[in-house]
Nanobody, 125 residues
Framework: QVRLVESGGGLVQAGGSLRLSCAASGRTASTYAVAWFRQAPGKEREFVVGITWSTGFTHYADSVKGRFTISRDNAKNMVYLQMNSLKPEDTAVYFC??????????????????WGQGTQVTVSS
């Protein structure tokens, strides 16, 4: 089992920045892929960005390319999401998710086995 805990959400003005953290514990392994998803009220959960733990390969949703950056700290079992130039439409609950995958980053929520509890990000205009 893998346990994921997100932190770092909050309220920020448009154009501002936030950094989210995802702490992984339990049966963590270098063969996992970790992704960030988000869900706004009344909308489906959508893929934001993912990273493979061992190779560091990344894949971004078009809506966040150039503004968001994912990174990992293997020694600390941490994954980070740096969010810059935030827009009101980025407002959502952000979730960290993981699954076994050494090379592929899946973009569908149903493909992931482990989820954190989520952290709220609110961007005011």
């Amino acid at each position: 089992q893998v346990r994921l805990v997100e932190s770092g959400g909050g309220l920020v003005q448009a154009g501002g920045s936030l950094r989210l953290s995802c702490a992984a514990s339990g049966r963590t392994a270098s063969t996992y892929a970790v992704a960030w998803f988000r869900q706004a009220p009344g909308k489906e959960r959508e893929f934001v960005v993912g990273i493979t733990w061992s190779t560091g390969f990344t894949h971004y949703a078009d809506s966040v390319k150039g503004r968001f950056t994912i990174s990992r700290d293997n020694a600390k079992n941490m994954v980070y999401l740096q969010m810059n130039s935030l827009k009101p439409e980025d407002t959502a609950v952000y979730f960290c998710a993981a699954r076994l995958s050494r090379y592929v980053i899946f973009t569908t929520a149903g493909e992931y086995d482990y989820w954190g509890q989520g952290t709220q990000v609110t961007v005011s205009s």
